[in-house]
């Protein structure tokens, strides 16, 4: 039997700070790209699997507090890999070291503020250390 869950168990940290509180979106990707290594001898193309790239998306309501998103993205912009850590049911999850590659922050004048981020892991153990996420 497989058991369901529900998003809202979800937790997300960055920098050691809880944002599942004001996020409405999590999304962790796992790229891998393909490498052709077809020979000139081959009659059909050939491909070897490239290295596994991780990327965590976020988005959700922007709130301007110290220790919340805004602030704990935007001191991590341009700077070394931080720690990040992402359980989808509340107990279980992934987690390393990312740097964020990207952080918007959109005002709609008939909406809420919110923001989205996106933030690409380089590290299991120690930034930059090449290994993949640990998932416990």
């Not at 290594?37 to 991780?54: H, R, W």
């Not at 992934?94 to 996106?118: E, L, M, W």
Request: with cysteine; net charge negative; glycine share 12%.
């Amino acid at each position: 039997m497989c058991a369901r869950m529900h998003g809202k168990a979800a937790d997300f940290v960055f920098n050691a700070v809880a944002l599942e509180d004001e996020l409405n979106d999590i999304t962790l990707n796992f790229d891998v790209p393909e490498a052709e290594i077809t020979s000139f001898a081959d009659v059909g193309q050939n491909f070897l699997a490239g290295k596994v790239g991780t990327k965590v998306d976020i988005s959700g309501f922007y709130d301007p507090a110290a220790a919340q998103g805004d602030a704990t993205i935007f001191a991590a912009l341009g700077g070394a890999a931080v720690t990040w850590d992402f359980e989808p049911d509340g107990s279980a999850g992934y987690d390393g070291y990312a740097f964020p590659t990207s952080y918007s922050i959109k005002c709609p004048v008939n909406g809420p503020v919110t923001y989205s981020a996106s933030m690409r892991h380089n590290g299991g153990a120690a930034a930059g250390d090449g290994a993949l996420p640990t998932r416990s």
